[in-house]
C-alpha cells in the first residue's frame, strides 16, 4: 500500500469509522483521539526515529523484497 493509499484510508476512516470505533464510543464512553495527517517530512521524521529504536537503518529494499512487496500489493487488489 502506498503512502497516498494509506492517507486516503485514514481520512476515509475520520469521515466514516469502524463499527468497533463507534460502538466503543457509545458503549464504552471511550474519548476519540485527535488526529491529524502528518506531512511527509514529518512521516519519514518519524519512520527514521522508530527505525532508530529498533536498530535498524532506513535504506532501501532490496530488489527481490521489493519486488515480492509489489507483487502482494498486486494480489492485495484481486481479493
Do not use: F
Amino acid at each position: 500500500m502506498s503512502m497516498d493509499r494509506a492517507l486516503e484510508l485514514l481520512e476515509y476512516y475520520g469521515k466514516h469509522p469502524p463499527a468497533h470505533v463507534v460502538l466503543g464510543l457509545v458503549y464504552l464512553k471511550q474519548q476519540p483521539a485527535a488526529w491529524k495527517p502528518l506531512s511527509e517530512s514529518e512521516s519519514l521524521a518519524q519512520m527514521r526515529q522508530l527505525a532508530g529504536e529498533l536498530n535498524q537503518g532506513t535504506e532501501k529494499l532490496p530488489p527481490h523484497l521489493r519486488e515480492m512487496a509489489n507483487w502482494a500489493v498486486s494480489q492485495s487488489a484481486k481479493i
